[in-house]
């Protein structure tokens, strides 16, 4: 088997130190996991890798003898391959011309043998047990999942020089539950086919269930690397931060208030009706497969979507714009970070107060005291890692960003606070943070409703579980002493084909 | 540090172009005299170009400025034919300008069209109109009011500077009367803010409560009814009105936006950043005038000139990014 070793790396950008005696062991045959806060030292790390950049010290030695990663055709001669959660694709190409980037196509007579082609890239799929994508498909019509799969299948083409390492960085950040399981199936067939994942994650479950071994690094040095079953949540937790957790959900409320929001006869996109209602100080968890219209009763709310039935804020009819409803005392925290929340050029304040200009101003001036002290009290409250309230967001790492969108949803005191995927993409440290902010809102007398795909998170940090089914909300029930699995189960009701 | 070469690269190369003809023009150049000239040489581009402003603001742009510029001043003059007291004329002028704006703005922020698409459609629709609307022909002479082309060539005393009286051209005040007022609302309004926003990212500006599809319908009625009061301004200078006078504001507006957008910071279209491309421009057309330099010959430097500030600033934003 072979075996890749780092040891002793060290790369400092500027003032700033990524990696200060970082290590990592790798063999052929396992799936091992790198975990680490941001900012830990992972990226640089797979940088080195990958060949985009040289360690200032250290030694990467493939079974004993020392590489020269210089640049990425290095990387590759050495049997190491990378899928990163943005994938590089040719969208107009079909599944097997994709597959063939890069590499010579098979010709027949001095013309592209299509056949020929097709073929391969059939036999490449097989290889991984993939059988349900065609090669000629258009790689535009296929999701994330899958098209990640044709990334790994084209590996496996026949003829082509077998890489031995597969490193994966977030491969599931943008993937539905379904996809995610495909591409944990074809990982298991990676492994045992002798070649090595190195699997980089912020999702717990994933890591516990998938990998060997372990290797935990913190502010670039290497803290511990241990097999699976000598470790576990708690105690990779404690290695990421340097501090112990003792749980990782904030206490439920107790107290419930008043009816905040009254919502019968929902329906909106995939959502075909739902009837609950929120108090005040309460944490309502949307639980549901993907499709279900979890995304869609979010958006209903905030405005952003069509919607038909009857919803009332403190008993006064919902207005339908997101201008109205952000005036009302709404606020929405979007699934889609960069894509519908942060604005990446402009100043972290412009973000954070965007939606409550209309407060900070005066005859349409912004009041750009108040601006500032707002934007730099909500900066204080979400413990925000940030130059000022000019640093632009793009400069911001995720759980930074995801930071900006809670200081911006907290200000000006929520009535409900409407929180898409919360978490998604943010490490632990952050993490922590986030779930004491939702409680903290919630203790101050804010409603609020979560959708999330992290089962675990809903039952730990939710006061009662809403389960969506197929566009319609089924039932509500407490979150307290509910298993994973129990919630799975109510999830899939009596139909188990769907995606998660 | 690369950030700060990129933006500081274009502001020295301005002030090298200055310096350059101040060389070469030592008696001529940098007196009151001439930069007053340049300042009333460009005021029609100058409210042209911060009008743009406004819409690339949202990331849009708007290529028919220049033909609403004509089509205004065609229509002012055609309507002073027909003895309409002045500021009538100039009240349908602007009238007409506000109403193209609109048909942009509902053409892209209602309909979806591209505003590239949709403003090449408009450009070519205002051209025609003030061809017709003129007939074809330059309208000047006894059927211009007096008072409007007087307007062209007064100006705010100054005083005396050798012998002869120093005007401040009331075009210069309006131009800059114009800038100021764009600069209060894109940098100190609500209003402002909101149009940065949409540009930085339309999505989360409407889920942030946003109303998009109004205020980009709005911007281009703005643009429009700037464009209107240039294509006035240019038709007073000129004490005439012809279908294609302003059909070059269009190019250099535009021109002028990018120039500023390679000294702001960020790299945003920002008002101030505009007028100082404007301003280059400007010194450029007026300095090689003077040198006796062919328009031919100018129009490839210019062009040269824009060409070399972007790539430079492509080039710093590539070092910044690349790390």
């Given at each position: 088997m072979p075996h890749l070793a780092l040891t002793g790396l060290k790369k400092t950008y500027g003032a700033a130190r990524a990696l200060n005696g970082a290590a990592l062991d790798l063999r052929g045959g396992e799936v091992h996991a790198l975990m680490g806060e941001n900012g830990a030292g992972k990226s640089t790390l797979i940088r080195l890798l990958a060949g985009l950049e040289r360690p200032d010290s250290g030694v990467i030695a493939l079974d004993g003898t020392p590489l020269r990663l210089g640049n990425p055709a290095e990387a590759q001669a050495a049997g190491l391959r990378f899928l990163h959660q943005e994938l590089q694709i040719f969208p107009g190409l079909s599944v097997a011309e994709n597959m063939f980037a890069g590499r010579a196509y098979p010709l027949r007579a001095g013309l592209v043998h299509w056949r020929a082609l097709r073929t391969a890239a059939a036999e490449a799929l097989h290889r991984l047990d993939v059988t349900h994508i065609r090669p000629q498909a258009a790689m535009d019509a296929l999701g994330p999942g899958d098209q990640m799969l044709v990334r790994i299948a084209a590996t496996l083409l026949p003829g082509a020089s077998t890489p031995w390492a597969y490193v994966m960085d977030e491969p599931t950040a943008a993937l539905t539950g379904a996809e995610a399981e495909r591409l944990f199936a074809a990982i298991a067939g990676l492994r045992a086919r002798g070649a090595a994942v190195l699997y980089v994650s912020h999702r717990m479950d994933e890591v516990l269930r998938l990998a060997d071994r372990v290797t935990v690094l913190r502010d670039g040095a290497h803290v511990s690397t241990r097999a699976i079953a000598d470790t576990g949540q708690a105690r990779i937790i404690a290695e990421m931060t340097g501090r112990e957790m003792r749980d990782l959900y904030p206490p439920r409320g107790t107290a419930t208030g008043t009816v905040v929001l009254d919502v019968a006869g929902l329906a909106a996109g995939a959502l075909h009706d739902a009837a609950f209602t929120l108090r005040a100080g309460e944490v309502l968890g949307l639980a549901g497969l993907s499709g279900s219209g979890r995304n869609d009763l979010l958006k209903a709310l905030i405005g952003a979507v069509p919607r038909r039935g009857r919803v009332t804020l403190d008993g006064a009819p919902l207005g339908d714009t997101p201008a109205a409803c952000w005036a009302q005392g709404m606020a929405y925290v979007p699934r889609e970070r960069r894509a519908e929340?942060?604005?990446?050029?402009?100043?972290?304040?412009?973000?954070?107060?965007?939606?409550?200009?209309?407060?900070?101003?005066?005859?349409?001036?912004?009041?750009?005291?108040?601006?500032?002290?707002?934007?730099?009290?909500?900066?204080?409250?979400?413990?925000?890692?940030?130059?000022?309230?000019?640093?632009?967001?793009?400069?911001?790492?995720?759980?930074?960003?995801?930071?900006?969108?809670?200081?911006?949803?907290?200000?000006?005191?929520?009535?409900?606070?409407?929180?898409?995927?919360?978490?998604?993409?943010?490490?632990?440290?952050?993490?922590?943070?986030?779930?004491?902010?939702?409680?903290?809102?919630?203790?101050?007398?804010?409603?609020?409703?979560?959708?999330?795909?992290?089962?675990?998170?809903?039952?730990?940090?939710?006061?009662r579980i809403a389960i969506l089914q197929a566009g319609h909300l089924t039932g509500i029930t407490p979150a307290a002493g509910l298993t994973e699995a129990a919630l799975l189960a109510r999830c899939y009701g009596d139909t188990p084909s769907k995606d998660i | 540090m690369a950030q700060t070469l990129r933006r500081y690269g274009t502001l020295i190369g301005m002030l090298a172009i200055v310096l350059?003809?101040?060389?070469?023009?030592?008696?001529?150049?940098?007196?009151?005299?001439?930069?007053?000239?340049?300042?009333?040489?460009?005021?029609?581009?100058?409210?042209?170009?911060?009008?743009?402003?406004?819409?690339?603001?949202?990331?849009?742009?708007?290529?028919?400025?220049?033909?609403?510029?004509?089509?205004?001043?065609?229509?002012?003059?055609?309507?002073?034919?027909?003895?309409?007291?002045?500021?009538?004329?100039?009240?349908?002028?602007?009238?007409?300008?506000?109403?193209?704006?609109?048909?942009?703005?509902?053409?892209?922020?209602?309909?979806?069209?591209?505003?590239f698409v949709a403003t090449l459609a408009t450009l070519t629709m205002f051209s025609g109109a003030a061809f017709m609307v003129s007939g074809g022909k330059t309208i000047f002479g006894r059927d211009i009011p007096a008072a409007f082309s007087d307007f062209a060539r007064g100006g705010l005393s100054l005083g005396q500077l050798d012998g002869r009286a120093l005007l401040l051209p009331w075009l210069t005040l309006l131009a800059l009367a114009v800038a100021a007022l764009v600069w209060v609302l894109l940098e100190q309004t609500t209003y402002g803010r909101r149009l940065y926003a949409i540009g930085a990212n339309p999505e989360a500006a409407r889920l942030a409560g946003v109303r998009v599809t109004r205020l980009r319908l709005s911007a281009f009625v703005f643009t429009g009814a700037g464009a209107a009061l240039a294509g006035l301004m240019y038709a007073a200078r000129v004490a005439s009105a012809n279908p294609t006078q302003g059909s070059g504001l269009m190019l250099t507006a535009i021109a002028a936006v990018f120039l500023g957008m390679t000294v702001s910071e960020n790299g945003q279209p920002r008002v101030l950043a505009t007028l100082a491309g404007v301003a280059v421009l400007g010194v450029m057309d007026n300095g090689l005038t003077q040198l006796q330099v062919d328009s031919y010959v100018r129009e490839v430097l210019v062009g040269l000139i824009i060409v070399l500030a972007v790539s430079i600033s492509a080039l710093g934003r590539r070092a910044v990014g690349g790390r």
């Open positions: 929340g942060v604005m990446l050029g402009r100043a972290l304040g412009e973000t954070v107060a965007l939606p409550h200009l209309s407060r900070l101003s005066r005859g349409g001036f912004v009041n750009r005291r108040a601006e500032g002290a707002q934007v730099n009290t909500l900066a204080a409250q979400v413990r925000l890692k940030a130059s000022g309230a000019a640093q632009p967001c793009g400069q911001l790492s995720g759980g930074n960003q995801q930071k900006v969108l809670f200081a911006r949803a907290l200000a000006g005191r929520p009535r409900v606070l409407l929180l898409d995927e919360p978490t998604r993409g943010v490490d632990v440290g952050a993490r922590f943070d986030i779930y004491g902010l939702i409680r903290d809102a919630a203790g101050t007398g804010a409603a609020v409703l979560v959708a999330s795909s992290d089962l675990p998170e809903l039952i730990g940090l939710c006061d | 350059f003809f101040w060389a070469m023009l030592p008696d001529t150049f940098m007196t009151a005299r001439n930069l007053i000239n340049i300042s009333q040489q460009i005021s029609m581009l100058t409210v042209v170009a911060v009008a743009m402003t406004v819409v690339m603001v949202m990331g849009d742009f708007d290529l028919s400025v220049g033909s609403m510029a004509s089509l205004a001043g065609v229509v002012a003059a055609v309507l002073f034919t027909h003895d309409w007291p002045l500021w009538a004329g100039l009240v349908a002028a602007l009238a007409v300008g506000l109403l193209g704006g609109l048909i942009n703005g509902v053409l892209i922020s209602l309909i979806g069209i591209l505003p």
